[in-house]
T-cell receptor
């Protein structure tokens, strides 16, 4: 079993839709959770960073962590064609903070 | 703008011919990472430096080596590339402070083709 599971998609939605991207994980020691966006042939860029459980909002993006279920989500409101990219979740524990464990990424396409 | 720069962006090498990929950063971060990412897969950490301290992942093949001559630069050497080493190689940096994790900033990547 992989430490982090993420549905690879692709997920195709119309412009303006609410998008939900999810990851599950198996290691209960994970405390820090991140979402990266990766455009085709580019490096990942950090979108959201949360610690432990709860929600965090930044503009159209909301990150949610449910540690009891070992489940994290990224919501995108009013999705735009420019949101078309691969979204990678990543996480780490407090005892090995140098090492991020990534999901395989979900490819999102937002069509006009 | 402060950033992570990787050169070249595209590299073609022959089977078994050594190749070096380079990464530089203007962020003055003390940690630098090298990842390998194959199509539709998660980035796989190869190794990282915390200052001059080198940390190799247990499953990184001996074929992969790294050098960090100073804070700003880090190199990935592939001694004898095989066809299976064709991938995107990502360099990332971060600034360790206390024991809290911190954002990793990625470069644009070098896409390696092995012929």
């Amino acid at each position: 079993q992989k430490e982090v599971e993420q549905d690879p998609g692709p997920l195709s939605v119309p412009e303006g839709a609410i998008v939900s991207l999810n990851c599950t994980y198996s290691n209960s020691a994970f405390q820090y959770f991140m979402w990266y966006r990766q455009y085709s042939r580019k490096g990942p860029e950090l979108l959201m960073y949360t610690y432990s459980s709860g929600n965090k909002e930044d503009g159209r993006f909301t990150a949610q962590v449910d540690k009891s279920s070992k489940y994290i989500s990224l919501f995108i409101r009013d999705s735009q064609p420019s949101d078309s990219a691969t979204y990678l979740c990543a996480m780490t524990s407090s005892y090995n903070t140098d090492k991020l464990i990534f999901g395989t990424g979900t490819r999102l396409q937002v069509f006009p | 703008d402060a950033m992570v720069i990787q050169n070249p962006r595209y590299q073609v090498t022959q089977f078994g011919k050594p190749v070096t990929l380079s990464c530089s950063q203007t962020l003055n971060h003390n940690v630098m990472y090298w990842y390998q990412q194959k199509s539709s897969q998660a980035p796989k950490l190869l190794f990282h430096y915390y200052d001059k301290d080198f940390n190799n992942e247990a499953d990184t093949p001996d074929n992969f080596q790294s050098r960090r001559p100073n804070t700003s630069f880090c190199f990935l050497d592939i001694r004898s590339p095989g066809l299976g080493d064709a991938a995107m190689y990502l360099c990332a940096t971060s600034r360790r402070r206390d024991n809290n994790p911190y954002e990793q900033y990625f470069g644009p990547g070098t896409r390696l083709t092995v012929t």
